[in-house]
């Protein structure tokens, strides 16, 4: 899952972010809170965002976003069809 994490888009937000300007409008799912100026969050390729420190644990355990569920191993060709049937935490 190590090189899952690594492979993601991390940004660390400024005043002028998008995310930023329209934060009573979005928040992180983990934890509810606004996303904020210097706010470190990361990108998963289903393209919903988090608070790094919130998504990390998750997905370590996991392995998909909280909302849409979708597979991020499998999203990144890091997991086969077989890998899929065990599920994220019976992988090596």
Not at 23 to 34: G, H, K, Q, V
Not at 48 to 67: R, V
Not at 78 to 91: H, Q, Y
């Amino acid at each position: 899952m190590r090189k899952a994490l690594d492979a993601l888009k991390v940004e660390i937000l400024t005043s002028s972010s998008e995310i930023v300007k329209n934060s009573d409008e979005t928040c992180c799912a983990i934890c509810i809170d606004n996303f904020e100026a210097k706010d470190v969050v990361r990108h998963l390729t289903c393209c919903h965002l988090y608070h790094k420190k919130c998504i990390d644990p998750w997905l370590m355990e996991k392995g998909t976003c909280p909302q849409c569920k979708v597979d991020i191993l499998k999203q990144l060709g890091l997991r086969d069809s077989e890998e899929i049937a065990r599920g994220p935490s019976e992988v090596n």
